[in-house]
């Protein structure tokens, strides 16, 4: 099927932005689901007329923002970005693939010097600053991601992971209302002799499942995980460049 012209396109945006804002609001509207399940049709036209004014495109603008603010709280709580400390001395774990990608990229980027162990102990920040500036070479060069598949891959896993973890405290509040309203259905239903509606009781546990996941899954550590895997693989990048 054609997507609409009115559609995002963009891979990334879609995966890394649009879908944790769209996470956001499920609770909400499965809550409206529930409470109208009769009313689907209608709701579908608000939803495309909410597509066509560019709704999608502030929400995965939101989640974006919301990702990058958060971002240097997540660095420094690892110790540095993953690509630093993978090309840092002290905290490479393999000494041969360091010295091999320092070699490397000493070649590649012009204007750079790659610092000594010694140099690196004597002054970390100017370290850092050398390991960025590779690290922003890498990025220009690996933008294609038809000839980098595995780096966008990662890209795409990470910046879900951390837009989705920079709005938790937006998405625990959906989720406890999405939970309390289903809920409540629930219980009225209950008292008016009611049986249980089988979507309420969907909608209540996608919910709660949600509810849970961001208060305890959706972590700090849940993050840096997509994140090491991405700076692996734009390290290991060099080697086709």
């Known amino acids: 099927m054609k997507r609409p012209a009115f559609a995002i396109s ?30 689907v049709a209608g709701w579908g036209l608000v939803w495309s007329l909410f597509v066509f004014c560019g ?16 971002e240097p709280t997540l660095f420094h709580s690892w110790g540095g970005k993953p690509t630093t ?27 750079v010097r790659i610092p000594t ?3 690196e102990l004597a002054d970390p920040a100017m ?3 050398a390991y960025d500036a590779c690290t922003a070479f890498l990025l220009e060069k690996t933008r294609k991601k038809e000839e980098f598949p595995l780096v966008f891959e990662e890209n795409c896993n ?20 999405g939970t309390l309203a289903t809920a ?12 249980p509606s089988p979507i309420a009781l969907v909608c209540a546990v996608l919910s709660l499942l949600l509810l849970l996941g961001w208060l305890v899954w959706f972590t700090p550590d849940w993050v840096r995980i997509p994140a090491d895997a991405y700076a692996e693989r734009l390290l290991a990048a060099c080697e086709k460049l």
Do not use: C
């Not at 995966?15 to 009769?38: E, H, I, K």
């Not at 709704?55 to 958060?70: I, P």
């Open 55 to 70: 709704g999608t495109a502030l929400m995965a603008q939101v989640a974006r923002d919301r990702g990058k603010k958060k």
């Open 184 to 195: 409540l259905l629930l219980v009225l239903n209950h008292r008016n002799g009611v049986g």
């Open 10 to 39: 963009d891979t990334y945006v879609r995966r890394a932005r649009l879908q944790p804002a769209m996470l956001v609001a499920l609770p909400l509207g499965l809550a409206t689901l529930a409470w109208s399940p009769g009313g």
């Open 127 to 129: 370290a850092d600053d």
């Open 117 to 119: 162990p010694d140099e």
């Open 85 to 111: 400390r993978l090309l840092r001395h002290r905290d490479a774990p393999n000494k041969t693939i360091l010295s091999r990608r320092h070699q490397k990229l000493q070649r590649l980027v012009k204007g």
């Open 158 to 177: 990470y910046g879900f992971r951390r837009n989705l973890w920079g709005m938790k405290p937006l998405g625990a509040t959906t989720s406890l209302v």
